[in-house]
């Protein structure tokens, strides 16, 4: 307690030359640090890494987003919704109870070829009569009608039954020649100039050469609609808007093909899909990826991702290497030579066909993302911990022979206190130094892995899988936004990191002096 | 605990004020010494004594380091007279190098600035103010003009070129327009004779690790012969070597100063050598020069008590002490230095006058200068005469502490410049004392 | 022929039991200690450097013996295969207090090591460069238990005091200190441990004048005060002779003189040292020299001349110097002296 005393009363005098209290010294750490700070390109790697671990640890917190919130945007898709013919043939319409197979409308055609008003078969005699133009009857000898043969078709009104031969026939006469009204089993219809057929004043068909089949099932053309369509093909329009009764607004492009002679009407029908390859905007500033995920929060999560592999892969490999290396260079002898040994087979284990082939396996046993990530971890730390083995027992082999380890084997100091006092806090400088130069190229070899798709899986991201999501030219060249940051990230982490190791070990170096 | 263990420390605040304060002083001196083309009237100068070689004015070199300003050489002055060999004496860290490498410009940069004085150097017909020259200009002297020959000859030859390759280069260089290949090569088996390498072809296709160390220093004594430079400076050449190679190499230097008419700046921290070598001594303490004179005026009639001590504390072959003679404390850290006598301390003869301001110099013989309060009245130094090798060293110091004694009365009661404050200044005596007794 | 001889007589030294004399704390015998050259494709044994090839000294408790010599010549392998830090010795016995220190199993050989202290050379290396001062000196006198936990600190100070540290140094690592205070801790951290015996491993030729003639009277004070006795190693002769009582002067891994410090400096023998005193600078710019310059360097210890070691550098050298190498011969009593040139 005095001796404290007299030291802080001390201080306030002023000390003889002889007092190495009399100048102020830096302290050790402070030392490094100012040597560290002095170096620029140090100080710029630690502003670039201070960046990413901001950008990756904190930033997955401030965005809305989850990492795997998929978008989903409005596309408007041309379907194919219905095909409209006009029609040039004659289609056949049979009386109730009559038959008129393909063979009677072949010598039918045959007979109307050759200018025929009559034409016999199977000992029957037959007689065509034309009602009008394109309209013909067919009815046997006894008189009764046996067909009809037209090309103006008879079409059910919405709603209602398909009109019955009678009617049909009756309402085609009426249609050919001009009239305005007909009857048919026994009720009367009226025809109008548009060619709908009226039944008290309700619409029960109307007849048109047009024939506008729909693309899919279930879904029925309103008459309308029809109308509409055809008019458009009248005037040679090529889109036209529709609005149903429903109210719902839809546009149609109609495209004629002359070989099939078919009008086909494509309607834009309004889907939901994934936001894939989104541009930028205000939403999502670096648009999203091919998922539909938002980039800038897929590379926030990806960076956690790939700087927390390349910490714990190059803790993993820290914690193999100093023991192995530490035991190897204190021992020497055979124990030295076994594990340097090993580490040569390390060294020659071409490391890349391996982590492929593990890779491969994984993918073939469906192994979960989660676990998978594990154990890359574990595969790139088991394969990178030959080169930290060898700079510890290197540093070891030279601390041994220093006068301070004699000294404490002459002091008598148990072997574990000289290996963890002595030996390893001298070895702690260089390891630092070579761990954060490995943290880069442990990051860029997971990069690598994931890029070939043997690292890091769907969902999880990291930016070597985001960069892997480029994988032909066109994304390429066209969706600059998915590659570009995740690169950027990935030289700003490496390059930070490799600054930075620079730089400590020119600051843990005693004989720097600048 | 945590503030005891701060204690003593610099804070991270005023370690930024002295970066930046030696930043900007570097950067402006720099800027200066980088410039090219610059014209030699600027550096020109007139040597005071045609008869020196090298005369060290009021030369100041500071080193601006994290800690503090370090003056490692503070107001040095002294010269070099063409064909003789100054010794420099002084413990680690007093200056020696720093201003030998002053003269050569090889002050590590850009921490190491001369920041004042002069060095004027006589090349024959002109003389150089090397202090104020720039780089560019300086690379032309050395080799040329001024030579130098390190501590560890292991470590100034390269080791992958033979010998002969290496002082051919020299050669070449410095000397070798109009000259043939042969020509050089017969300069330099010539040069390795000098130095007294029997088998000089031989060692010419050696490679360095292939020779001794005395070997090596011979070779890098040649080399440093290699251009007849005006001054060669000798920084430690034999510390690195046993005995007997020292013996063998301060040899070959005696008999070379003989043949050769450069002057030697002979720095050394052994006493026996110096005086073996030297013509003139200077004992520099803590950035400044204490003494300087004649060989025999610092061996015979050492006044300033560092110079006492010193010889004092060296035990010699032959002379039998019970108890080593030891100067207290240790040499002070050079940052910050108070203004007093820096020995003062130390000092076991310390007068009143000493808590004064740091003593100048004195003359108190045509050669020998002291800087000491105790010689302020004309009072001269007991002749201890060559005894000082065979005496008890008790003796000299305490005589030579009574006949202090008088002289600073006698200089105080004179009202020689009376000090700021006595009493204050006496008060700091007691303390310092105290502290002493305290460790 | 003469090469049988020398092998004879290795084989009967190493084998002659030392008899034990109380007044001796150290013993050393014919100590050889070779180490071996590797080379080759499987890193085989390609040769030997005899750094120490027949050392024999007897050393009373309470002197101080100096052993002198050039870089090279094997003397500090001398010191620290008699403290047994440089793994097994090749050959010869090393009694310490009657002990066989290489008979000792690993535990007991810790047990002992507070007894036998070493202090080395460079201030610089033999401090752990991250464990603070007072750790340091502390270290082992935790660790074997010396003194009590709570006596621990007050000890630590005391030693600290004896070897004129402050306590504030305690906190502070080795870098923040002169060579002269780092040479102060490593005496520290020796007497910490109470030891009988310390080699002192060139301890001053790394520091500065001044802080020599400190770090001698240091030596000298501790001495008196725990009666010490060093094996104090140095190619200075001055300090040498200033601190020993005996001396012993090696060349090449061989004592080829050692006695009394007045009969070795007033009367030297062999031709070596002859030689190496004549080649101190003396402080005195008109001293006469009269040197004898030894001509060319020390041989390789990997490739030693045969017979006697010196003949290629000696001026006396005969013709049986270079066939037959010479034995140890007590010239006067207590001054022994390896050279044909006393045989008769």
């Known amino acids: 307690m005095s001796e404290e005393l007299k030291n802080t009363n001390q201080t306030e005098e002023q000390y003889s030359l002889n007092d190495d209290r009399r100048v102020k010294v830096l302290s050790p750490g402070a030392l490094v640090v100012k040597r560290f700070f002095r170096n620029r390109?140090?100080?710029?790697?630690?502003?670039?890494?201070?960046?990413?671990?901001?950008?990756?640890?904190?930033?997955?917190?401030?965005?809305?987003?989850?990492?795997?919130?998929?978008?989903?945007?409005?596309?408007?898709?041309?379907?194919?919704?219905?095909?409209?013919?006009?029609?040039?043939?004659?289609?056949?319409?049979?009386?109730?109870?009559?038959?008129?197979?393909?063979?009677?409308?072949?010598?039918?055609?045959?007979?109307?070829?050759?200018?025929?008003?009559?034409?016999?078969?199977?000992?029957?005699?037959?007689?065509?009569?034309?009602?009008?133009?394109?309209?013909?009857?067919?009815?046997?000898?006894?008189?009764?009608?046996?067909?009809?043969?037209?090309?103006?078709?008879?079409?059910?009104?919405?709603?209602?039954?398909?009109?019955?031969?009678?009617?049909?026939?009756?309402?085609?006469?009426?249609?050919?020649?001009?009239?305005?009204?007909?009857?048919?089993?026994?009720?009367?219809?009226?025809?109008?100039?548009?060619?709908?057929?009226?039944?008290?004043?309700?619409?029960?068909?109307?007849?048109?050469?047009?024939?506008?089949?729909?693309?899919?099932?279930?879904?029925?053309?309103?008459?309308?609609?029809?109308?509409?369509?055809?008019?458009?093909?009248?005037?040679?329009?090529?889109?036209?808007?529709?609005?149903?009764?429903?109210?719902?607004?839809?546009?149609?492009?109609?495209?004629?093909?002359?070989?099939?002679?078919?009008?086909?009407?494509?309607?834009?029908?309004?889907?939901?899909?994934?936001?894939?390859?989104?541009?930028?905007?205000?939403?999502?500033?670096?648009?999203?990826?091919?998922?539909?995920?938002?980039?800038?929060?897929?590379?926030?999560y990806g960076g956690r991702v790939s700087l927390v592999i390349g910490f714990i892969v190059v803790a993993i490999e820290t914690v193999i290497g100093v023991i192995l290396g530490g035991i190897s260079g204190y021992f020497g002898k055979w124990v030295d030579n076994l594990i340097m040994r090993i580490v040569d087979i390390f060294y020659c284990i071409p490391s890349m066909p391996v982590i492929i082939i593990l890779g491969a396996a994984m993918d073939n046993m469906r192994v979960d993302p989660q676990i998978r990530m594990l154990y890359l971890m574990l595969i790139l730390g088991f394969l990178g911990w030959p080169g930290i083995a060898r700079l510890v027992r290197g540093q070891i082999l030279s601390l041994r022979e220093q006068e301070f380890m004699t000294a404490t084997e002459a002091c008598g100091i148990r072997v574990s206190r000289r290996i963890f006092r002595h030996l390893i806090p001298n070895v702690i400088p260089q390891l630092i130094v070579t761990c954060t130069m490995g943290l880069g190229s442990t990051i860029i070899m997971e990069a690598t892995l994931s890029f070939l798709g043997l690292g890091v899986k769907f969902p999880f991201a990291s930016w070597g899988s985001i960069i892997s999501d480029v994988n032909n030219s066109y994304v390429m060249t066209t969706f600059w936004f998915i590659w570009i940051p995740a690169g950027i990230c990935l030289l700003i982490a490496v390059l930070g990191f490799n600054f930075v190791g620079d730089g400590l070990r020119d600051a843990f170096d005693p004989k720097m002096k600048r | 605990m945590a503030k005891k263990k701060a204690e003593g420390y610099l804070s991270g605040k005023e370690s930024r004020r002295i970066s930046r304060a030696n930043r900007k002083i570097t950067n402006e001196l720099e800027k200066k010494r980088k410039r090219k083309k610059v014209p030699e009237s600027e550096y020109l100068t007139t040597m005071h004594d045609p008869a020196n070689a090298v005369e060290f004015d009021n030369l100041h070199t500071y080193f601006f380091t994290d800690a503090g300003t370090v003056k490692s050489v503070d107001g040095v002055s002294f010269e070099v007279p063409v064909g003789k060999t100054v010794g420099v004496v002084g413990e680690s860290g007093c200056g020696k190098s720093v201003t030998s490498l002053s003269l050569m410009q090889l002050l590590q940069r850009p921490q190491g600035q001369v920041v004042e004085g002069e060095i004027r150097l006589n090349l024959g017909d002109k003389a150089y103010d090397v202090a104020k020259m720039p780089y560019e200009a300086v690379q032309h002297l050395r080799g040329n003009f001024v030579s130098m020959i390190f501590q560890e000859p292991m470590t100034s030859l390269n080791p992958v070129f033979r010998i002969g390759a290496q002082l051919n280069e020299v050669i070449e260089l410095h000397d070798g327009e109009g000259k043939s290949k042969e020509d050089v090569k017969k300069r330099t088996i010539e040069l390795l004779e000098m130095v007294g390498i029997a088998n000089s072809e031989g060692v010419y296709e050696m490679f360095p690790h292939e020779l001794s160390g005395g070997m090596r220093q011979r070779v890098c004594i040649a080399m440093a012969l290699a251009c007849n430079p005006k001054v060669i400076i000798a920084d430690e050449p034999t510390t690195a070597l046993d005995v007997t190679i020292q013996a063998q190499v301060l040899d070959l230097l005696r008999n070379l100063k003989d043949k050769i008419n450069s002057s030697i700046m002979f720095i050394t921290h052994d006493l026996g050598v110096i005086a073996e070598m030297a013509d003139y001594v200077v004992v520099m303490y803590a950035g400044r020069i204490v003494e300087k004179g004649t060989a025999e005026d610092i061996f015979y009639h050492p006044a300033h008590p560092y110079t006492i001590g010193l010889m004092a504390s060296k035990p010699v072959v032959g002379r039998q002490v019970d108890k080593l003679y030891s100067i207290p404390g240790k040499v002070p850290n050079p940052i910050n230095m108070p203004d007093y006598c820096y020995f003062k301390d130390r000092c076991e003869m310390c007068v009143e006058k000493c808590s004064g301001e740091y003593p100048d110099e004195i003359s108190i013989s045509p050669t020998h200068k002291v800087s000491c309060y105790r010689y302020y009245d004309g009072q001269m130094p007991e002749d201890v005469g060559p005894a000082v090798a065979v005496e008890a060293e008790k003796e000299p110091v305490k005589a030579a502490a009574e006949a202090g004694q008088g002289p600073a009365e006698a200089a105080v009661k004179a009202g020689q410049k009376p000090k700021k404050s006595a009493a204050k200044a006496g008060q700091r005596t007691a303390k310092a004392a105290k502290g002493g007794k305290a460790q | 022929m003469s090469k049988q001889a020398v092998s004879d007589t290795k084989t009967a030294n190493g084998q002659t039991p030392v008899a034990y004399d109380p007044q001796y704390i150290l013993m050393v015998k014919d100590l050889k200690k070779h180490f071996p050259i590797k080379g080759g494709m499987m890193s085989q044994t390609v040769g030997w450097v005899k750094a120490v090839d027949g050392v024999t000294f007897n050393l009373k408790r309470g002197t101080t013996m100096g052993l002198v010599g050039e870089s090279g010549c094997g003397k500090t392998t001398t010191g620290r295969t008699i403290l047994r830090l440089s793994g097994e010795k090749t050959g010869g016995a090393v009694l310490f207090n009657g002990q066989e220190v290489y008979d000792l199993s690993a535990k007991e050989m810790r047990a002992l090591r507070p007894k036998m202290q070493i202090i080395f050379q460079d201030p610089f290396s033999s401090l752990s460069p991250r464990l603070p001062v007072g750790e340091i000196i502390g270290e082992a006198v935790r660790e074997h238990k010396l003194v009590p936990k709570e006596k621990f600190n007050d000890y630590i100070d005391e030693v600290m005091d004896n070897c004129g540290l402050q306590p504030f140094h305690k906190d502070r690592y080795p870098h923040e200190f002169s060579g002269g205070q780092r040479q102060r801790i490593c005496i520290a951290r020796a007497l910490a441990l109470n030891p009988e015996f310390v080699v002192c491993d060139e301890p001053v030729s790394a520091l500065d004048v001044s802080i020599q003639a400190q770090i001698i009277n240091l030596l000298k004070d501790l001495q008196e005060k725990y009666s010490l006795t060093y094996l104090f190693i140095s190619h200075d002769l001055s300090v040498v002779e200033h601190i020993s009582d005996t001396v012993g002067v090696m060349y090449l891994g061989n004592l080829v003189e050692y006695g009394a410090k007045t009969d070795i400096f007033r009367n030297p023998l062999h031709p070596y040292t002859k030689a190496l005193f004549s080649a101190i600078p003396i402080p005195d710019p008109q001293a006469k020299m009269n040197r004898i310059v030894l001509e060319g360097s020390i041989p390789s210890p990997a490739n030693p001349p045969s017979g006697c070691k010196f003949h290629t550098r000696c001026a006396h050298c005969m013709q049986r110097c270079k066939e037959e190498a010479p034995v140890q011969r007590e010239v006067e009593p207590g001054h022994y002296v390896v050279c044909h040139l006393y045989d008769q």
């Open chain 1, 41 to 300: 390109l140090a100080v710029l790697g630690l502003i670039m890494l201070i960046v990413m671990f901001v950008f990756s640890f904190v930033g997955g917190f401030v965005m809305p987003y989850g990492q795997a919130e998929q978008f989903y945007t409005v596309t408007y898709l041309d379907k194919e919704y219905v095909g409209v013919t006009r029609n040039d043939e004659l289609r056949y319409a049979v009386a109730d109870g009559q038959e008129f197979g393909t063979i009677l409308q072949a010598q039918f055609l045959l007979a109307l070829g050759k200018g025929k008003t009559e034409y016999s078969y199977k000992g029957e005699d037959y007689t065509l009569t034309e009602e009008g133009a394109d309209f013909y009857s067919i009815s046997k000898a006894d008189g009764t009608v046996l067909a009809i043969a037209y090309k103006d078709i008879v079409n059910a009104a919405d709603g209602m039954e398909d009109p019955a031969f009678a009617v049909k026939y009756e309402a085609l006469k009426a249609y050919a020649n001009g009239g305005t009204s007909f009857s048919a089993d026994g009720g009367d219809y009226t025809l109008d100039e548009e060619g709908n057929i009226l039944s008290d004043g309700t619409v029960i068909g109307y007849i048109s050469r047009f024939v506008v089949a729909p693309k899919e099932n279930g879904v029925t053309i309103t008459r309308d609609f029809k109308e509409k369509l055809q008019e458009a093909l009248e005037d040679d329009i090529t889109e036209f808007a529709y609005t149903d009764e429903e109210g719902v607004e839809s546009t149609y492009k109609v495209s004629y093909d002359a070989t099939a002679k078919v009008w086909s009407v494509q309607q834009k029908t309004p889907s939901y899909v994934y936001d894939t390859y989104g541009q930028p905007s205000m939403k999502h500033p670096l648009g999203t990826d091919k998922n539909g995920m938002d980039m800038l929060v897929r590379l926030m």
